[in-house]
């Protein structure tokens, strides 16, 4: 992870109330090592069920077709690091956007064994969004991105883009389903939570982990995923949109 996400920014974007989290557990003694991650086909998380090629049956060859030219709708470009120069525009699909970036790793949220004060030097145990019960989002176990907050570059807020909103994220070859889950600075983009990243076979430690490039976000307007923690209805929800996104252009869907 880049730098602390939504701690620093959420009381002057303005975009959450004010919630009292609960004293966070101390992290444990040891920092675990990082699992490898399977290229089987197996599912990535029990009960959950990703193919060889992503989730669902939409190719990822047919979503970065789509995405090949960029009609901008940022003001601006946003910078994949700090200190990096702003590479990565915001552009524009019909009912969605995307852009083109690298993936740093988010472990904010709920302290897990492998997201905590240990093992990320920027750990927060404050997301940005809350689960229908009122923890925190779970890092560990939950694909979700990383939005910047609004400024004069972009505001997401203008393509009714925010917490829950679902993404489909691409990357060599795979298509994974998201959330939007966190805030993060507003001149940065191109962030993902830890199980976004393993799922997606990009290393998820948050110290030296992530993917430099190569890795396509796509977050469709006006969605919402209710319950948010709920992994399940992201799947279900982005096959949906993004099927929709596909016939709207003239592409042909898959059969198989």
Request: hydrophobic content about 40%; aromatic content about 4%.
């Given at each position: 992870?880049?730098?602390?996400?939504?701690?620093?920014?959420?009381?002057?974007?303005?975009?959450?109330?004010?919630t009292?989290l609960?004293t966070a557990?101390a992290?444990p003694?040891?920092?675990?090592?990082e699992?490898?991650?399977?290229?089987?086909g197996?599912p990535?998380?029990?009960?959950?069920?990703?193919t060889?090629?992503g989730?669902?049956?939409?190719?990822?060859?047919?979503?970065?077709?789509?995405?090949?030219?960029?009609a901008?709708?940022?003001?601006?470009?946003?910078?994949?690091?700090?200190?990096?120069p702003a590479?990565?525009p915001?552009c524009?699909l019909?009912g969605?956007?995307?852009?083109?970036?690298?993936?740093?790793?988010d472990c904010?949220?709920?302290p897990?064994?492998?997201?905590?004060r240990r093992?990320?030097?920027h750990f927060?145990?404050s997301?940005?969004?809350?689960?229908?019960d009122g923890?925190?989002?779970?890092?560990?176990?939950?694909?979700?991105i990383?939005l910047p907050?609004?400024?004069?570059?972009?505001d997401?807020?203008?393509?009714a883009?925010?917490?829950?909103?679902v993404?489909?994220?691409v990357?060599?070859?795979r298509?994974e389903y998201?959330?939007?889950?966190?805030?993060?600075p507003r001149d940065?983009l191109?962030?993902?939570?830890?199980?976004?990243?393993?799922?997606?076979?990009?290393?998820?430690?948050?110290?030296?982990g992530?993917?430099?490039?190569?890795v396509?976000?796509i977050?469709?307007?006006h969605?919402?995923?209710?319950?948010i923690?709920s992994?399940?209805a992201?799947?279900?929800?982005?096959?949906r949109?993004?099927r929709?996104?596909?016939?709207?252009?003239g592409?042909e869907l898959?059969?198989d």
């Open positions: 992870m880049r730098v602390q996400s939504l701690t620093l920014v959420a009381a002057s974007a303005a975009l959450l109330a004010p009292t609960p557990p992290p003694p040891d920092r675990p090592r699992e490898p991650v399977a290229h089987t197996e990535a998380a029990r009960g959950e069920g990703a060889a090629r989730e669902g049956e939409v190719r990822a060859a047919d979503l970065l077709a789509l995405v090949r030219d960029c901008q709708v940022s003001r601006g470009r946003l910078r994949p690091d700090a200190g990096r590479t990565i915001v524009g019909p969605a956007v995307f852009w083109k970036a690298d993936m740093d790793i904010d949220g709920r897990t064994r492998r997201c905590n093992t990320d030097p927060s145990a997301a940005a969004y809350q689960q229908s923890r925190r989002l779970n890092a560990e176990r939950l694909p979700y990383v907050a609004p400024s004069r570059v972009w997401h807020r203008d393509h883009v925010g917490g829950g909103s993404a489909a994220i990357y060599r070859g298509v998201a959330v939007v889950g966190d805030i993060g940065l191109g962030e993902a939570s830890y199980a976004a990243a393993r799922r997606l076979g990009i290393p998820a430690d948050p110290r030296g992530g993917a430099r490039s190569g396509t976000y977050v469709f307007e969605s919402r995923v209710r319950p923690e992994h399940r992201a799947v279900a929800e982005g096959e949109l993004v929709r996104l596909l016939t709207s252009t592409t898959p059969t």
